[in-house]
């Protein structure tokens, strides 16, 4: 098993085992979660795995998950190797990275 499939499933059960929901968009790399926060709240997550991703790539997945008008509170990128210029594009368009060893 690739290390995009282990670490991609390693996150997916940790999301189950804390009660989110999970939906696959399309067959990619893509998580959509959500759970219930309080009585009247929902909050969606959305999780990307990949071990090396370029600004490129990542602004392509940013568009896709925009063109398709998935509401989401929060876009999430978890990855190996993450570049300076990753970092910078994320912090302006409220991307959340998650550093995976």
Do not use: C, T
């Not at 290390?3 to 968009?25: D, M, P, S, V, Y």
């Not at 990542?58 to 929060?74: M, P, V």
């Not at 190996?80 to 594009?89: H, T």
């Amino acid at each position: 098993m690739s290390w995009e499939a282990n670490k991609k499933n390693e996150i997916e059960n940790n999301l189950l085992e804390q009660g989110w929901h999970i939906q696959k968009i399309k067959g990619e790399d893509l998580i959509y979660a959500s759970k219930r926060f309080f009585l009247f709240f929902n909050r969606y997550y959305l999780y990307f795995i990949q071990q090396n991703i370029l600004l490129p790539e990542l602004k392509a997945r940013k568009e896709q998950i925009d063109a398709g008008n998935i509401k989401y509170h929060g876009f999430w990128l978890a990855a190996k190797n993450i570049s300076d210029q990753i970092v910078k594009y994320a912090k302006n368009n409220n991307i959340g990275l998650m550093e995976l060893k």
